[in-house]
C-alpha cells in the first residue's frame, strides 16, 4: 500500500509522527555512509530548531555527525548523554547533552497530572488519553515532556535567564548545550560544591535573579533544588525544567512557587549564609508580585 493510499483511508491526514517518520526517510543520509567512530548523521534537518540567533559555536552544517561519548545522567524519567557533533575532516565541533525521555513503559507518570494543569493539548482526544493515562496517553505525555522543556527552555534563553541553549528537538529527544569543559566533563551541580562566603553570597544573588526573571515570565521551576542548578566557571545554570509550572494558570502555582522557594534557601543555610540574607516569606512574596499573583 502506498503512503496515498494510506492518507486517503483517513481523509489525507497524517499524525506528527508519522510526519517526523517521513521527513526522516526522506532526508537523512543512508547510515551505511557514516564515517568511523559516528554514530549517526547530524539531525539538524529535522525536528524542531532552538531560538534565533544560532549561537556561533554551534555546528549547524548538514554533513556533520554525531558520535555518542557516554552517559552524562540517568534518572527516572530521562537518560542524558554526551554528543560530539562535528564535521568529518575539519576541525568545526561542538559537545551537546542528549536528552531521551524515556519510553512510556520505562516511565512513571503519577505526578504528571499535577504539573500538566493549566496547559491542554490541542484535541479533546488527546487530553482524555493522557487523563486516563492509556498506552496512547502515556505515548503522548512522554513526548509532551520532551516539548514542555524544549519550548520553555527557549522562551527562558531568549529572555535572558540562565539555562542551556536548546539545540533541536526531534521526537523524545532534546538536544542541549553542554554545560561543562571542553574535554566533557560536565559542571558540578550547586549540591557539590563548599564555596567560600564570598562566593555562596555571590550564588545566592545569581540564583534570587533567576527566580525573578522565571517569575517575570510566569513561572516557577516546579522542581528546583541544589541538584538541578549547575555552576559553570562563576555563573549558575537552571537545568531539567519539562515540568516548569506556569504559576497564573496552574492552581497549585503558588505552593510550587513557595516549594522552590524553600527547597533551595535551605540549601543556601545549610552552606552558611546568613540568616539576615533569607527572609523567606518575603522572597516569596517579592516573586508572587514579580508573578502577577500579587499586586504590587
Given at each position: 500500500?502506498?503512503?496515498r ?10 499524525t506528527?509522527e508519522?510526519r ?6 526522506r ?8 564515517p568511523?567512530?559516528?554514530?549517526r548523521?547530524?539531525t539538524?534537518?529535522?525536528g ?21 561519548l ?7 524519567e ?16 561542538c ?6 525521555y ?12 499535577e ?13 482524555r488519553a493522557m ?11 512522554a513526548?509532551?515532556w520532551a516539548v514542555a ?14 539555562v ?26 550547586l ?10 553570597e555571590?550564588?545566592?544573588i ?6 525573578f ?6 513561572l ?6 541544589c ?5 559553570h ?19 497549585s ?8 522557594v ?13 540568616e ?8 516569596s512574596?517579592?516573586?508572587s508580585?514579580?508573578?502577577r499573583?500579587?499586586?504590587?
Amino acid at each position: 500500500m502506498t503512503p496515498r493510499t494510506t492518507q486517503g483511508a483517513r481523509g489525507g491526514r497524517l499524525t506528527e509522527e508519522e510526519r517526523d517518520l517521513l521527513t526522516a526517510l526522506r532526508e537523512e543520509p543512508p547510515a551505511s555512509g557514516l564515517p568511523e567512530d559516528a554514530d549517526r548523521w547530524s539531525t539538524w534537518d529535522t525536528g524542531e530548531r532552538g531560538p534565533l540567533p544560532h549561537p556561533s559555536w554551534l555546528v549547524t552544517e548538514l554533513a556533520a555527525v554525531d558520535q555518542e561519548l557516554g552517559v552524562l545522567k540517568t534518572g527516572k524519567e530521562a537518560d542524558v548523554e554526551l554528543i560530539r557533533r562535528s564535521v568529518p575532516g575539519t576541525a568545526r565541533e561542538c559537545l551537546l547533552a542528549a536528552k531521551r525521555y524515556r519510553a512510556p513503559d520505562h516511565r512513571r507518570f503519577h505526578r504528571d497530572a499535577e504539573y500538566l494543569e493549566g496547559r491542554r493539548m490541542r484535541k479533546s482526544r488527546e487530553n482524555r488519553a493522557m487523563s486516563v493515562s492509556s498506552s496512547f496517553g502515556r505515548g503522548l505525555l512522554a513526548e509532551q515532556w520532551a516539548v514542555a522543556e524544549f519550548r520553555v527552555l527557549g522562551e527562558l534563553r531568549s529572555a535572558g535567564i540562565p539555562v542551556p541553549y536548546p539545540v533541536q528537538r526531534v521526537g523524545t529527544e532534546v538536544l542541549l548545550e553542554f554545560v561543562g569543559d571542553a574535554d566533557g566533563s560536565p559542571a558540578p551541580r550547586l549540591a557539590e560544591l563548599r564555596p567560600t562566603p564570598d562566593v555562596l553570597e555571590d550564588l545566592w544573588i545569581q540564583t534570587l535573579s533567576a527566580l525573578f526573571g522565571l517569575a517575570e515570565q510566569g513561572l516557577t521551576h516546579g522542581d528546583l533544588s541544589c541538584y538541578n542548578v549547575l555552576v559553570h566557571n562563576g555563573e549558575i545554570v537552571l537545568i531539567d525544567l519539562p515540568q516548569a509550572v506556569d504559576v497564573v494558570a496552574n492552581p497549585s502555582g503558588t505552593r510550587y512557587l513557595e516549594r522552590d522557594v524553600r527547597n533551595i534557601t535551605d540549601w543556601f543555610r545549610s552552606r552558611g549564609l546568613p540568616e539576615d540574607r533569607i527572609d523567606l516569606p518575603e522572597v516569596s512574596r517579592s516573586l508572587s508580585q514579580a508573578a502577577r499573583l500579587l499586586p504590587r
